[in-house]
């Protein structure tokens, strides 16, 4: 395989140096793009951008918040940002919440993350009253596209006298490199969420590996889709979307999705496995349509088949804005093949691999050089190593350590300092990483053998009749959670969906050994409870 180079990137040493190319190159340039209605945006440019931020760090250290933990919460805008880079750009903490927790457990993290102020979305008033009303310490609520008193339109006019008087109290501030600037809560995906300590060098080297490995620029524009409170989006998603100067629009919620893609017409976005699932179903739905299924095309003299499989990548562009063709894909596994016929369609989304505790990113795939099944090759921010079958990083993207728990940070490391992942998985004779399961998901017979579930589940990629499916152990014998999808059960009529489901296992169990046999299938009527990153929650499943 080719060694490709890695992509020249700019020196960034911490967050707040992010602006200083921009801003003595393309000042007038748009940074964000913000949807005003069906047919139109606003744009924002990186002097205005730089402004607000300049603004809204001299009201906050005027009012006391200079070294304080700001908390925000709400959907994916500009005004999000905003906060999230203003408080990095000074000496203050951010910690993100994650907006669909209900209102005592994000009670509970502003508390543990020692919160004094809080900047919420619109939509999420009611919480914002609760937190009013019961943590006192919260000196600050604030509607960020509110009016009045405490409002960030408040604040920001306040910066703007501040600054005209003179005051360079935040403008002049450097930031700490080794000193927690972010806090950041784990997606809980086995329980009780950790709080993630990052520094600045965390953060810079994490997205700064990743634009040596991806190829973004200031011609591209990338929708942003995930929920900004995780390090997947925030760090990968925008900060390293703007150390590429790349233009970032937002998606302020899944309905907007492809009215976003024709708005906008993006060129790029960071996605999970489901999203990508979901536009390859349509798209494959659409071929059937149109009678173009894969095996009419296989049928189909090689000229003919090229010529319609071009009309099928035409529509395919034209239904996500005319004008995408590439991104990145994490979060979850995902099926290869389909990342394969995406790509015959021009659309390249290599996978990559984080976690929260790495900044996130540990490995990705690239432009030229990937292997589909593959999570890629390790970042330039961190070295990997594969001990009793674990994935453990050591570099400058691993966190300072657990927020309050001293005994969960020295048990996340080795002895030699490496982090453990948690992770089991591989490294080919290339160097790409393979995931094959989480350790504390292992299925430990009574024979002895270790049976990663993960393992199991990607033998079901690529059927059609199942949605969703999570393998565990219930009493003694392995056992399939299957979420059918009814709406193909019903267009294939398919009457008994258990028999059909039996019928997949069976053909699966034959080429497995006999100790990797699924036993058990459980059918359900509802779709699995998932983080807002869209991981499902595997110690939800079966219970009630």
Known sequence: ?????????????????????????TPDKDVFRVRKSKDSYEGISWKQFKEDVDALGTALYARGFKGQHLCVMGDNMYEWVLVYMTALCGDMVIVPLDKDLPAPQIEQLIRFADGTALFYTPKYEQIARAVRENLPEVKLVCDVRGEGPGSLSELLEEGRRLLASGDVSYTSETPAKDKMAALLYTSGTSGQPKGVMLSQDNIVSSFDGACKNLSFGEDDVMLSVLPLHHAYESN?????????????????????????????????????PLILDTLYKQMRDAGRRSGLTEEVLASMPPEQAKEAQAKLAAGARQAVGGRMHKGFVGGAAMNPEILGKLRQVGLNFPQGYGITEC??????????????????????????????????????????????????????????????????GYIDEEGFLFITGRKKNLIILESGENISPEELERNFAGRDLIKEIVVMEDNGRITAHIYPDYEYAEAAHITDIKDALDKIVAEVNAAQPRYKHIADVKVHETEFEKTTTKKIKRHTVGKG
Request: charged residues 20%; contains cysteine; proline residues 7%.
């Open 236 to 272: 990968c998603g925008i900060l390293a979307m703007l150390h590429t100067s790349t233009v970032v629009c937002f998606n302020e919620n899944l309905k907007l999705l492809m009215p976003n893609m024709q708005l906008f017409k993006p060129t790029g976005m960071g996605v999970v």
């Open 359 to 424: 900044s996130p990113l540990v490995s990705i795939n690239r432009d030229h050089q990937y292997k589909d099944s593959s999570v890629g090759l390790p970042s330039p921010s961190n070295e990997v190593r594969i001990e009793d079958g674990e994935i453990q990083v050591r570099g400058r993207n691993v966190m300072l350590g657990y927020y309050k728990d001293p005994q969960a940070t020295k048990e996340a490391f080795t002895e030699d300092g490496w982090f453990r992942t948690g992770d089991l």
């Open 1 to 25: 395989m080719n060694a490709y180079p890695l992509y020249e990137t700019r020196p960034v040493e911490t967050v707040k140096d992010l602006f200083n190319y921009p801003l003595e190159n």
